[in-house]
Nanobody, 118 residues
Framework: QVQLVESGGGLVQAGGSLTLSCAAS????????MGWYRQAPGKQRELVAT???????NYADSVKGRFTISRDNAKNTVYLQMNNLKPEDTAVYYC????????????WGQGTQVTVPS
């Protein structure tokens, strides 16, 4: 079993920056993709960014050029650097480790709140 623990959320003014971290414990050898998703009040959870173990990244159009996803394999940790934050970035951010080819390999963190006041 894999457990994910997120940290780094908080309140930041528009234009500011935050870095989210997600540390995994347990057996992650079947995981080949790590990512961040977010859910704003009254909205569905949406993809923010993913990174494959190959290093390939994917970003939502709304965050391209502002957010950067990275990972530290030795620490089993994935990061999300968020710059130039906007009020519309306000949401609960969830970390996800999965393997799209193996349905059973799909782990979620508990979520961390990011608030950008308007």
């Amino acid at each position: 079993q894999v457990q994910l623990v997120e940290s780094g959320g908080g309140l930041v003014q528009a234009g500011g920056s935050l870095t989210l971290s997600c540390a995994a414990s347990g057996n992650t050898f079947r995981v080949n993709r790590m990512g961040w998703y977010r859910q704003a009040p009254g909205k569905q959870r949406e993809l923010v960014a993913t990174i494959r173990t190959t290093g390939t990244t994917n970003y939502a159009d709304s965050v391209k050029g502002r957010f950067t996803i990275s990972r530290d394999n030795a620490k089993n940790t994935v990061y999300l650097q968020m710059n130039n934050l906007k009020p519309e970035d306000t949401a609960v951010y969830y970390c996800n480790f999965d393997n799209p080819g193996l349905r059973a390999i799909d782990y979620w963190g508990q979520g961390t709140q990011v608030t950008v006041p308007s």
